[in-house]
T-cell receptor, first 114, second 114 residues
């Protein structure tokens, strides 16, 4: 069964550094998402991406965050200048349609900011 | 603002029991509701997607029901097994102009002991 794959599985970065989290969504999917889960808290929506542009974002997704689909297969989340509070598990998800198809999630990248 | 609540927070049952997990949401204007399973340190595995026009969905030993007007969903697990031990999350997909944003509950931690 097709999967969403994320790399790396664990990223350790110094505060203030830039980090790029990578995702390969399911190949025929059209909608892409990033979520995060701070330890012990709920999974939170960050951003959705469709047709090569951001379609929706949360208040968490400020100017420090950006997303890109640099080619036909990868989908990336960049954090420009990391803060301690960015430490979380980041999940990429994809779906074929906006509303009536399930979102499929990757195994996540654990981001640790020192 | 949509709020999703799951009860109980944790549940421990002997193998073979039938059990019910509950999910409630505050805004009934949803497209659908998705149930996920999360194993420790892993991503989210989609279990069932139930559309707002549907009353229930079944997959194997799992049955999800939805009462949109009262803002409630239940996940019924029949004949539980130790391999069912995991955190179960429900998430609602916003209606209207949203591009598929999911709002999650905090999860129910299920332990099935032999």
């Amino acid at each position: 069964e097709p999967e969403v794959t994320q790399t790396p599985s664990h990223q350790v970065t110094q505060m203030g550094q830039e980090v790029i989290l990578r995702c390969v969504p399911i190949s025929n999917h059209l909608y892409f998402y990033w979520y995060r889960q701070i330890l012990g808290q709920k999974v939170e929506f960050l951003v959705s991406f469709y047709n090569n542009e951001i379609s929706e974002k949360s208040e968490i997704f400020d100017d420090q965050f950006s997303v890109e689909r640099p080619d036909g297969s990868n989908f990336t989340l960049k954090i420009r200048s990391t803060k301690l509070e960015d430490s979380a598990m980041y999940f990429c998800a994809s779906s074929f349609a906006r509303a009536n198809q399930p979102q499929h999630f990757g195994d996540g990248t654990r981001l640790s900011i020192l | 603002k949509q709020e999703v609540t799951q009860i109980p927070a944790a549940l421990s049952v002997p193998e073979g029991e039938n059990l019910v997990l509950n999910c409630s949401f505050t805004d009934s204007a949803i497209y659908n509701l998705q149930w996920f399973r999360q194993d420790p340190g892993k991503g989210l595995t989609s279990l069932l997607l139930i559309q707002s026009s549907q009353r229930e969905q079944t997959s194997g030993r799992l049955n999800a029901s939805l009462d949109k007007s009262s803002g409630r969903s239940t996940l019924y697990i029949a004949a539980s097994q130790p391999g069912d031990s995991a955190t179960y999350l429900c998430a609602v997909r916003a209606g209207g102009t949203s591009y598929g944003k999911l709002t999650f509950g905090q999860g129910t931690i299920l332990t099935v002991h032999p």
